[in-house]
Every structure is written in C-alpha cells, then in structure tokens.
C-alpha cells in the first residue's frame, strides 16, 4: 500500500499543477430510503440540506471546479443549490444507476479539459474541505497517472480521484456500479489517504440519517 508520504514531490522533479475537478453525484433515486418518500440529499444537517452542505464542503477545498450531476428530484436539488458557484448537469438516464451518472461528469469534466475528477458522494455528512484537500494534495504530489482513494480506519472508502487516462473506461460503464471495476483493470498504482470514518459514512436509510444527526423532510 503506497504511503503518501512517500510521495513529496512528482518523481520527475517537475512542479505538477493539475486542474482537478470535482463531481458530486447527486442523481439517485435514494431507493434504501423506503416507501416514506424522503430524500436523503433533502435532508437537513444544522439546518442546510445535506447536497447543499456537501457542495459547500466542495467548494472549501483546492479544486478547480464542482460539477453536480443531478437527475431524481433534480429541480429541488437545483433549488436547494442556489447561488453556490456549483455547475449543474443533469443525467437523464439517472434511473439506469450510477454508472450513467459517472459517465455523464466524466465526459463533461473531460471536454472542459480536466486532468483529473474526484468522484464525491452527495451522501457523506462526515466530509470536510480538508479531507478532499488530502486527497488532492497527495494527487498533485505525483506525476498524474495514479488513482488517490480515502480510507477509513484502514478500510477502502470514498471520495476517490480518478486521472485522465481512465476517463474513457469509466464513459463506458454501464449499471449500477462505481469506478472500481475500472480502477482494478487499470494496472495504475492507488495511493490510500487515511481520513478516519468519514470515508465509511454514508446515508443511505432514514435510520443512517438520523444517526447522523440529520432531519428528514418530505
């Protein structure tokens, strides 16, 4: 396991100043809500609805650009975005899975010449703009072509940042699944950045989000 201390300066000596962007995927049906109907990206963590709190945390950090991918309920979630200097782009094959909305930022961040996205789950209360600024420093410290995921007590977690000689593979996924698949096929060497339990946190039941001190509306 890469430690990212190793990695203080790109092995070529050059100064490596990538444009990474951000994708806050928050497109999903939230279906382990149940039948109450909630969204949990709706949800309000002190009183800020957790895709607008998670958008903020975005924004917080060193990256260059956040691109929200929306789909279910995507002009609540816009509403719930305003005046954040967020791009939104909708994936209107939302429904087939995640897959669908991977591609959809991927290949928008692609054609706005992006070197390298960090793939960010609307549904992680626990993130901070430090914990993404990890996760993007240690990416910058090397010569581009790695992957950089968090880890949670020694537990493989998100975000992840993916560099841009994946961003094809990952434009042709397909289902409802993540990056992984495309990473492990990669051959490329993953940097593990540790940031405690918010790399495990999500909220994918009502149960989850009240635990997390969250308040559910309609």
Do not use: W
């Not at 002009?75 to 591609?103: D, F, H, K, Q, R």
């Amino acid at each position: 396991m890469p430690d990212v201390g190793d990695h203080s300066q790109p092995p070529n000596g050059r100064s490596f100043s990538p444009l990474i962007f951000v994708v806050l995927l928050a497109a999903g049906r939230s279906n382990r809500m149940g039948m109450i109907g909630a969204s949990k990206l709706l949800a309000e963590f002190d009183g800020i609805a957790l895709v607008r709190r998670s958008a903020q945390v975005a924004l917080g950090s060193t990256t260059d650009t956040v691109v929200v991918i929306t789909g279910h309920r995507r002009l609540e979630i816009e509403a719930a975005l305003g005046g954040l200097e967020v791009e939104c782009v909708e994936n209107p094959l939302y429904e087939s899975g995640m897959a669908t909305s991977l591609a959809t930022g991927v290949s928008h961040c692609r054609a706005q010449g992006a070197d390298a996205i960090l793939v960010m789950l609307a549904d992680m209360p626990g993130l901070t703009s430090g914990n993404l600024d990890q996760l993007i420093a240690a990416f910058r410290s090397t010569d581009g072509d790695v992957v950089v995921r968090a880890m949670g007590d020694g537990k493989q977690g998100n975000p992840v940042i993916l560099p841009k000689t994946l961003f094809e593979a990952v434009e042709q996924l397909e289902g409802d699944v993540g990056a992984r698949q495309v990473i492990e096929a990669s051959g490329l060497p993953v940097v593990y950045v540790e940031i405690g339990q918010a790399a495990l946190l999500d909220v994918d039941t009502p149960e989850a989000v009240r635990a997390a001190g969250g308040t559910l509306n309609a």
